[in-house]
């Protein structure tokens, strides 16, 4: 069982930066690929960035490429979302979540095939 606990979020105007947290509990993090989804009010989840369990690998939405960075540190169990040139339209919760089912574009984008949740965190952009 890993339990995921984000921090980080909060205002900020259009341009600036936040670099989101997520720590989890637990020695099995460190086998887990690490994925951030955010939701929009009346939208649906999506995909913002994933990183493998060594952080070799990484793939990001293309709405935040060149923008937000995903890296990880296993020694201290965190996942982090650093996120630059933040526009309004990535005012959203943002949630960590852990060991999706495959290590697969087609799999590890959909928040449905992750094993593990955080609570999420608001992030709020103003124009």
């Known amino acids: 069982q890993v339990q995921l606990v984000e921090s980080g979020g909060g205002w900020v105007q259009a341009g600036g930066s936040l670099r989101l947290s997520c720590a989890a509990s637990?020695?099995?993090?460190?086998?887990?690929?690490m994925g951030w989804f955010r939701q929009a009010p009346g939208k649906e989840r999506e995909f913002v960035a994933v990183?493998?369990?060594?952080?070799?690998?990484?793939y990001y939405a293309d709405s935040v490429k060149g923008r937000f960075t995903i890296s990880r540190d296993n020694a201290k169990n965190t996942v982090y979302l650093q996120m630059n040139s933040l526009k309004p339209e990535d005012t959203a919760v943002y949630s960590c979540?852990?060991?999706?089912?495959?290590?697969?574009?087609?799999?590890?984008?959909?928040?449905?095939?992750?094993?593990?949740w955080g609570q999420g965190t608001q992030v709020t952009v103003s124009s």
């Open positions: 637990g020695r099995a993090f460190r086998s887990y690929a």
């Open positions: 990183i493998s369990w060594s952080g070799a690998s990484t």
């Open positions: 979540a852990a060991d999706p089912a495959a290590w697969r574009l087609d799999v590890f984008r959909q928040s449905d095939r992750y094993n593990y």
